[in-house]
């Protein structure tokens, strides 16, 4: 497989999901730039933006086992993970597997369980493996989180723990389709009663594990020079000495930069990085990471804009 093929791929892939949901380019990319990077993916946005829709039909285009759970306050490591239940047949314990033992797994408004039950998670987005009463169990090489959670929603939500959020490559923010994206929503799902499902456009897989696993490969090969390592490392250092954050990214971010800027380049048909590729991804990767100081926050100054003024600040190399 060679990068034109890696970006045939993603095209087939973000044409099915087309098919279901309106718009949304942006986070299609992102998800797309996510698997071929081996990374995990928050979505932020109001209910209704068709969160839960994308993460199933994304999943049903790429040929990915499915799994969802629906995070409350009740929620217990043990229904995230599984557990060893006596089979009193054969006198033995026997694993009985949780919805983590997936590849795709839709974790729904993830905020909202507490963050004893949130850190089931850590070691199966980190390592790809699940430990259960001292038995480590591998997961799929493929094993995806996407993760949603509502930002107008306070009450009744815990706040993620910064190592929770670290582990996911992004975090993408969905605003509210144009004018043009709503209409053409009311024109193709306003005739549906219920909710839709990536089921009723009969979508098709368009990829399966060996066509996915040697997209990643290709992904790993692309071209990172020196001079966008030193841009890259600029950037994430840059964000410790910004005055107007009071907590920067871990070279962790900068590895996950790194790999998604070349995934990237991939989705484009390129072997190698430009620095555009590393200004496309860095504000979903920084965004989730950084914490404005409290100068910052008195005087109303987002987040997002730090960034975006950090980027346009460090010398990009030509």
């Known amino acids: ?54 993460a199933q039909s994304f999943a049903r285009a790429t040929g990915l086992d499915f799994g969802r759970i629906q995070f409350t306050p009740d929620l217990m490591p043990g229904d995230i993970l599984g557990s060893n239940l006596f089979n009193f047949q054969t006198s033995a314990f026997t694993l009985t597997r949780g919805p983590v033992f ?40 493929r094993f995806m989180v996407v993760a949603t959670q509502n930002p107008i929603e306070n009450q009744g939500v815990y706040p993620l723990p910064e190592a929770q959020l670290d582990r996911f490559l992004f975090k993408h923010v969905l605003a509210y389709p144009d004018a043009t994206e709503e209409r053409a929503i009311v024109v193709a799902h306003g005739n549906r009663f219920g909710v839709a499902t ?93 914490i404005a100081s409290p100068a910052a926050e008195i005087d109303g100054i987002p987040v997002d804009r730090i960034i975006a003024a950090l980027i346009e600040q460090t010398a990009a190399p030509r």
Request: aromatic residues 2%.
């Open 1 to 54: 497989m060679t990068v034109d093929d890696v970006r045939a791929l993603a095209q087939r892939i973000e044409a099915e999901v087309g098919k279901a949901v309106v718009g949304q380019q942006a986070a299609v990319r992102r998800l797309l730039v996510a698997l071929f990077a081996s990374g995990h993916v928050l979505l932020e946005g109001p209910p209704g933006v068709a969160k839960t829709l994308l």
């Open 102 to 141: 997936t590849e795709l797994l839709l974790a729904d408004e993830i905020n909202r369980t507490p963050p004893k039950t949130q850190a089931a998670l850590l070691e199966a987005m980190q390592e790809r493996s699940v430990t259960i009463d001292g038995t480590t169990h591998p997961l799929s090489a």
């Open 198 to 290: 990536p089921a009723a456009w009969h979508g098709e897989a368009q990829a399966d594990r060996a066509s996915l696993d040697a997209a990643v490969a290709v992904v790993e090969s692309v071209r990172l020079v020196d001079e966008v390592v030193d841009y890259i490392v600029a950037l994430i250092r840059g964000t410790r000495t910004t005055a107007e954050l009071s907590s920067g990214a871990s070279p962790r971010a900068a590895v996950m930069l790194a790999g998604a800027a070349r995934a990237a380049a991939a989705l484009d048909g390129r072997d190698y990085v430009l620095p555009d590729d590393v200004k496309a991804v860095a504000p979903d990767i920084l965004r989730h990471r950084v």
